[in-house]
């Protein structure tokens, strides 16, 4: 389990940072750039206020994100939540060292496997992505791993940080 911040801070920060996520997935831009932060504010509430956050922010920002009506993010929404629910999920059941490489790892299958499926002939389909599938792949793996190494890096300083004295024992 994850050492979040003291339970005001994580509530406070974790709700910012949920609405931040929302606030990237309704925001008109790119369809990279959107995905890119809601996965990116997922991993920082996961590491600033807990698994709770977590989730919510990457599995109920994307829908938000249709209000944008971009039909681009219609497609790709199955995507983009199946690939977060899936990093949540490692993150839920591998935590701490395994999490840093199986969680990005299980953000990326669902994308790895569309990309390869899409090239046959009874499935093919053009994706908003289309271009830059690698593009795609890979810097959702960076971020991933970047939110793993930020989430590792917070629980290891707060291991080592000791508990302050309640007020009564001073």
Known sequence: MIRTATTPQSIVIGTFLVLATLVAAVVPLPLLYRSLGIVLFSYLSFAMAGLPYAFVAALVAPPLGLISGD???L?????????????????????????????PLLLITPQVFVMQVSKQSLFSVQLPWEPNVGVWISLHTLVALAGMLIAIYLDRRRERRPDPQPRSAR
């Open 71 to 73: 039909p681009g993010w």
């Open 75 to 103: 497609v790709m929404l199955p995507v983009v939540l199946s690939s977060n629910l899936l990093a949540m999920l490692g993150l839920e059941l591998t935590w701490r060292y395994p999490a840093a490489v199986i969680s």
